[in-house]
Structures are given as structure tokens and as C-alpha cells.
């Protein structure tokens, strides 16, 4: 039985859904997109301001670790791992805050459409 307090957040299935529909969108953010203070991108969408702000705040908690690390900074490889990781993270997050207010306002119309409302 399922208490009130109960959160869906802490469903295993939510947060595998949040990574299996952030993976894609990572991806693509991060090889088609690209880094845009980069002078070579992939794509001309890194120049638009919106797509290199959601970029960058997507990708913060990596591009701090390689500002204050230098052996980040010297293998590019291992940076790009660490970009690519916090850009996953933080994009599966972003997805499950989204899930989350979908089904809070899914429970809340529910509850405010509920027979024993309208008898009250």
C-alpha cells in the first residue's frame, strides 16, 4: 500500500527513464553541439546564445573540475569523459525534476477533479 508521503522519485524505474531518454539528448548535445567556445564545432547551432548557455549550465560541475585541475586540462581525452558524465548527470536530472512536476500536477488535478471534492 502506497502512503501519501510516498515519493516517485525514489522509484528505480523513474530514474532509469531519466537516463535512458537523457542519453540521446546528451549525446547530442555534446557531439553535435559541441563545445562552443570551440573555433572548430561540429555545428553552427553552439553559436546561438540559448543552446550555448544550456550547454554550459549543463556541463558546469565538468568545466569547473577542469579549471581547477590540471591534469584535466593536459589529457583532453579524459576532460571530455568528465564533460560528457556531468552533461548526463545533469541532463538526467533535469528530466527527472521535469517527470516529477508532471506528476505532481497529474496527482494534484486528481485530487482537485476527486468525488468526495465535490460533495464537500
Known sequence: MRT???SSTRSPGLWARAFLVSLPLEAINYW???YPA???SVSRAAQY???ALQWYLL???G???GDHSVYLREHHPILAIVLFLTGLIDTALVILLILWLAGLARRTLRKLSSPQKQTA
Request: charged share 5%; aromatic share 0%.
Open 59 to 61: 556541463h558546469l560541475p
Open 32 to 34: 553535435v553541439i559541441g
Open 4 to 6: 501519501s508521503h510516498s
Open 49 to 51: 546564445a540559448a543552446v
Open 38 to 40: 570551440d573555433t572548430h
Open 63 to 65: 568545466i569547473i573540475a
